[in-house]
């Protein structure tokens, strides 16, 4: 079935430091949304690509849409405490939003 | 604008007893999706309602049933519980089926 590959699965960061997390999906999709989950809590929507080689930008995230439509990512900027949690990718495909496992944040003060 | 309602936040059932869990959309939302979230897990689709009627499922068995009612609130209700049901449990909102979805606080059932 339709799967959508999120990694990495973990990632350890010094505060200040950048932190990238990659979404593949074995097929094109309609869009692509991510959402942040901080420990303890609910995912929270960030934000939603549709076109083919979107880039939208939010104070220190940066998110892409690949020119496929088939992968995305999420860059953060000179990373803050603030930032832990878990980051979820979740594509559109037939209707239906195909979740990736998530990368989970943790960040060194 | 009233965001996702989810009661209730705790719950502690026996094995082999049944739950009912209930949601509260978003204004202007008339589509719940329900999520199971193990911990340390993704989100896991259960299934979604679009005014009144299941409009997908996710790989779960039928003793995970659900309803929507006329003013788009949600209830999944899940019978013969097992320990592997305990978890968290997401409900969300969202405008159409695929639009970004706005989740509940959630409820975290324990099952013994």
């Known amino acids: 079935g339709q799967q959508v590959m999120q990694i990495p699965q973990y990632q350890h960061v010094q505060e200040g430091e950048d932190f990238t997390t990659y979404c593949n999906s074995s097929?094109?999709?309609?869009?692509i949304q991510w959402y942040k989950q901080r420990p303890g809590g609910h995912p929270v929507f960030l934000i939603q690509?549709?076109?083919s080689g979107e880039v939208k930008k939010q104070k220190r995230l940066t998110f892409q849409f690949g020119e496929a439509k088939k992968n995305s990512s999420l860059h953060i900027t000179a990373t803050q405490t603030t930032d832990v949690g878990t980051y979820f990718c979740a594509g559109s495909y037939n209707r239906k939003l195909i979740w990736g496992l998530g990368t989970s944040l943790a960040v060194n003060p | 604008e009233t965001g996702v309602t989810q009661s209730p936040t705790h719950l502690i059932k026996t094995r082999g007893q049944q739950v009912t869990l209930r949601c509260s959309s978003q204004?202007?939302?008339?589509?719940v999706s329900w999520y199971q979230q193990a911990l340390g897990q993704g989100p896991q689709f259960i299934f979604q309602y679009y005014r009144e009627e299941e409009n997908g499922r996710g790989n779960f068995p039928p003793r995970f049933s659900g309803l929507q009612f006329p003013n788009y609130s949600s209830e999944l209700n899940v019978n013969a519980l097992e320990l592997d049901d305990s978890a968290l449990y997401l409900c969300?909102?969202?405008?159409?089926?695929?639009?970004?979805?706005?989740f509940g606080n959630g409820t975290r059932l324990t099952v013994t």
């Open positions: 690509l549709v076109k």
């Open positions: 097929t094109t999709l309609s869009n």
């Open positions: 204004s202007g939302h008339n589509t």
């Open positions: 969300a909102s969202s405008s159409t089926d695929v639009s970004p979805l706005h």
